[in-house]
């Protein structure tokens, strides 16, 4: 259940909307999975600009910068990506998923 | 993302439709299911049949792919009848709340855009006003009048709805004359029993945002208990 995230997924499908209408690439990231102490729900998103540019989060701050990167490559190359960061994995405690939870993140372009 | 798939997501969301969009990992499949259709498997569209229903997202196994289903239930909305003390933190901690909030009060100096700048403002008499608005069931409707003449014609179309929460502002003795009316009207003993009264959770609190965090957190607590 994440009817707190409502408001907020209208202001990223708006986004996504606004940056496409704009010529710009957009990727989304949406949160399809989680185990243990995650600290967003399954189904919360994030948009992504080609430059980077971002709103929204899938993490509460933890992995959002590997994200964009992947967002990114996806705007580059169109292929979907799913992401899993975990505590077991190294590259999430590089970004900083030390919470306790892992998550699986789907990246793809809005084409 | 399709951008057709993108698009209907808006239009339902701005129509306060169900919409469920339903999406193969691999990036095969992506489409939307809308009054429980689409071009879709018939076992897909009872996963996203019955994730509408219990309002919740969730990955699942289909002929050996992955796939996920995101649900976009209608935003929840608040009903605020009344531009008193209370109404004003009470609107902002719901739309922080992610609800969208129309303040009802047809007393044209209560209801004012400098005193509530941030809030969809209805000046119509409440039972018009909510009729027009269309209580559904993720609607919240909240009544902070004390004056029977605005409360009373707002809770009956509440509690004829399937309004979630329903709250009334007022002491228990105020609640005991309210209850007497209410049943005038001939509404029974159930209906009566939905309305929220005294209102809130008992947090102890008598500031204005005191009372209007209490009535948040009941409406939270209604919505998921």
Known sequence: MADAAVGEADAILDRAAAWAAAGRGVALATVVKTWGSSPRAVGSQLVVDDTGAFEGSVSGGCIEGAVVIEAQRAIEDGEPRLLDFGVSDEEAWEVGLACGGSIEVFVEKLA | ?225
Not at chain 2, 23 to 40: K, N, R, T, Y
Not at chain 2, 166 to 185: P, Q, W
Not at chain 2, 213 to 219: D, E, N, T
């Open chain 2, 1 to 225: 993302m399709k951008a057709e798939t993108l698009a209907r997501l808006r239009t339902a969301r701005a129509e306060r439709q169900p919409i469920a969009r339903v999406a193969a990992l691999d990036g095969s499949v992506d489409a939307v299911v809308e009054d429980g259709e689409g071009p879709l498997p018939e076992p897909v569209l009872e996963v996203a049949r019955a994730a509408l229903k219990q309002n919740r997202s969730h990955d699942f196994e289909h002929e050996g792919g992955r796939w996920f289903v995101q649900v976009f239930n209608p935003p929840l909305r608040l009903i605020v009848v009344g531009a008193v003390h209370i109404s004003q933190p009470l609107i902002g901690m719901a739309s922080g709340l992610g609800y969208d909030v129309t303040l009802v009060d047809p007393r044209g100096a209560f209801a004012t855009a400098q005193r509530f700048p941030d809030v969809e403002i209805c000046d119509e008499w409440p039972d018009d006003a909510l009729e027009a608005l269309g209580v559904d069931g993720r609607t919240a409707v909240v009544t902070l009048t004390h004056d029977p003449k605005l409360d009373d014609p707002a809770l009956h179309v509440a509690l004829r709805s399937e309004a979630f929460y329903v709250g009334a502002l007022g002491s228990r003795r105020t609640h005991a004359k309210r209850v007497e009316r209410l049943v005038e009207a001939g509404f029974d003993e159930a209906a009566i029993g939905r309305i929220r009264a005294p209102i809130g959770l008992n947090l102890g609190g008598r500031a204005p945002a005191e009372i209007a965090l209490a009535i948040a957190a009941q409406m939270t607590e209604a919505l998921y208990r």
